[in-house]
């Protein structure tokens, strides 16, 4: 059973920056892509982020195009998120997600394992 932790969201003002970390344990972690998700109040799971499992092609949602960068570190078991030029429609829940195999993947479906999640607010 694999377990993914985040962390690094918090409260930041808008034009800031945070990088979110997602530390995975107990199970296969290389050889499978990851993704970033968020939620935000009353609206559905989005796909913000994907990286496959050597972090050689990324893809990402057209909203964060630019001012996002998903990859990963085999080595450490951890995938990350920067997020730079935020604004406040980036305010949600961030989401880490493992997927079933090895490339990367925009639909939630394709993800076995998620993480608790962790809030980036970002004020105007």
């Known amino acids: 059973q694999v377990q993914l932790v985040e962390s690094g969201g918090g409260l930041v003002q808008a034009g800031g920056s945070l990088r979110l970390s997602c530390a995975a344990s107990g199970g296969a972690f290389q050889g499978y892509g990851m993704g970033w998700f968020r939620q935000a109040p009353k609206k559905e799971r989005e796909f913000v982020a994907a990286v496959t499992w050597n972090g050689g092609s990324t893809d990402y949602a057209d909203s964060v195009k630019g001012r996002f960068t998903i990859s990963r570190d085999n080595a450490k078991n951890t995938a990350y998120l920067q997020m730079n030029s935020l604004t406040p429609e980036d305010t949600a829940v961030y989401y880490c997600?493992?997927?079933?195999?090895?490339?990367?993947?925009?639909?939630?479906?394709?993800?076995?394992?998620w993480g608790q999640g962790t809030q980036v607010t970002v004020s105007s």
């Open positions: 997600a493992r997927a079933r195999s090895g490339g990367r993947y925009s639909s939630v479906g394709e993800y076995v394992y």
